[in-house]
């Protein structure tokens, strides 16, 4: 079956820097997403992966490794406004979107 | 309108009613979705529809029905609901012909059936 493990909640300092892990067995990879979820809100796109190695965009970055089907969302200087739940999602070899269950991170001051 | 809105935002819903959620969007985006999103899971595909005029099943299509009239409108329709289709109902949607990724999200609909 097709699986995406990622933690369950996580708690981080404000100003500080935070890894959000993300493993995958899908059938097929066509690449992975990491989504941003504020509670009662929608889904809101962070970043694409779909070659090893590293992505950086602002404060965020995401790490992709296909050989071991992991990944990461780092997230550094840390805001009050980063509370929310982060979603890893792979896209399987139909090109549709497997989700993990989502991490949610909580900032404290 | 821009980008994508879904109605209504929430409804409850006696089981055995017929209900149908609407999702339009104005970014004439080729693919749409419906996912359904309960407490402690991912996301989960209900359907999909690649461009107007074709449908397909998700991961959870039991229960749920799609039409793709045109390249703006995706409703679903719950023929009969019961109370395990009590959920939030998102819809999106992305442009695969440019080869965009993203998928855009709706604000969402919280349905409740008792």
């Known amino acids: 079956g097709q699986n995406i493990d990622q933690p369950t909640e996580m708690t981080a300092t404000e100003g500080a820097i935070v890894q959000i892990n993300c493993t995958y067995q899908t059938s097929g990879f066509n690449g992975l997403f990491w989504y941003q979820q504020h509670a009662g809100e929608a889904p809101t796109f962070l970043s694409y992966n779909v070659l090893d190695g590293l992505e950086e965009k602002g404060r965020f970055s995401s790490f992709l490794s296909r050989s071991k089907g992991y990944s990461y969302l780092l997230l550094k200087e840390l805001q009050m406004k980063d509370s929310a739940s982060y979603l890893c999602a792979v896209r399987d070899s139909n090109y549709q979107l497997i989700w993990g269950a989502g991490t949610k991170l909580i900032i404290k001051p | 309108i821009a980008g994508i809105t879904q109605a209504p935002t929430s409804q409850i819903l006696a089981a055995g009613r017929r209900m149908t959620l609407r999702c339009t969007q104005d970014?004439?985006?080729?693919?749409m979705y419906w996912y359904r999103q309960d407490l402690g899971l991912g996301l989960r595909l209900i359907h999909y529809s690649n461009t107007a005029g074709t449908t397909g099943k998700g991961e959870v299509p039991d229960g749920y029905s799609v039409s793709r009239a045109n390249t703006d409108d995706f409703p679903l329709t719950l023929a009969s609901a019961v109370p395990s289709q009590t959920s939030v109902y998102f819809c999106a949607s992305s442009d695969s012909r440019t080869g965009g990724n993203e998928q855009f999200f709706g604000p969402g609909t919280r349905l409740t059936v008792l």
């Open positions: 970014m004439r985006h080729n693919a």
